[in-house]
């Protein structure tokens, strides 16, 4: 499955990033700030239920395109064929693929891949995270004053709410960054680069990759009441562990 999970999730970033930049009008086909559909999300989509339904006909699919495939079955793969549609469409390179699978509910196997700028992420559930082959650690950054935060506000509708919250952060923070990928940022939080990453109402394609690998490399992940990820739609903040307290505080 390790193999397998690695090659699906890269033939998936070759073909996105063959498509990049192909045609000039993908901006026409925003509806609205959370809502780019490309004709390459759909295509990417069907490349990896394609290929996982003929290597395991009987697992269950979950992708953001295409919903739910239940097979009743213990295994279930959790898939974002395009995490960032909205950097894709505008040209920022900052997008990536994300594959998680579940077992029983548990997340044990994880890959995210930001083809453009080469980064391959994979997690094994009690066995370290990677990127590119060489294991990762969160950093080690102890308090919010010194750390830099990404944030991405997925489907939440509550521009002031959401306003208040992340001016809290800044305001303890080095820095408040977005970077339009989810699977980009909990990357970057596995690997050191940011030490706390807040999303607002995600849902389970978004983060399920990057659940296992921040998990991996040392960092915590709970929802804002300091509860564990499910799979589900929900609020949650992943951090190096250190500053989780104090971003729980901000966001509560």
């Not at 999730?9 to 192909?22: D, Q, V």
């Not at 989780?244 to 966001?251: A, G, P, S, T």
Request: glycine letters at 10%.
């Amino acid at each position: 499955m390790e193999n397998f999970i690695e090659v699906i999730t890269k033939n998936a970033g070759e073909l996105i990033l063959s498509r990049f930049k192909e045609k000039k009008d993908l901006l026409s086909l925003r509806k609205g700030s959370k809502e780019v559909v490309t004709k390459c999300d759909k295509d990417v989509d069907q490349l990896l239920i394609k290929s996982i339904s003929n290597e395991y006909p009987d697992h269950g699919i979950l992708t953001e395109e295409s919903g739910f495939n239940d097979k009743e079955s213990d295994y279930l793969w959790i898939v974002d064929s395009l995490d960032g549609s909205g950097n894709f469409a505008s040209g920022n390179p900052l997008f990536s693929v994300c594959v998680a699978l579940s077992y029983k509910e548990e997340l044990f196997l994880a890959t995210t891949y930001a083809p453009f700028i080469g980064e391959f992420y994979f997690a094994k559930k009690g066995k370290g995270a990677f990127l590119n082959g060489e294991k990762i650690s969160v950093s080690d950054v102890k308090e919010t004053r010194g750390s830099y935060i990404a944030f991405c506000d997925g489907h939440e509708k509550d521009r002031e709410k959401l306003s208040e919250r992340l001016s809290v952060v800044f305001k303890n923070a080095i820095d408040l960054r977005k970077i339009g990928s989810a699977g980009v940022e909990t990357g970057w939080l596995a690997s050191g680069r940011i030490d706390g990453f807040l999303m607002f109402e995600g849902d389970p394609w978004d983060l399920a990759s990057g659940v296992l690998i921040a998990k991996e490399a040392g960092g915590t992940v709970t929802d804002f009441r300091g509860n564990p990820w499910t799979c589900n739609r929900g609020s949650f903040v992943f951090s190096n562990g250190k500053i989780h307290q104090e971003l729980l505080k901000m966001v509560s």
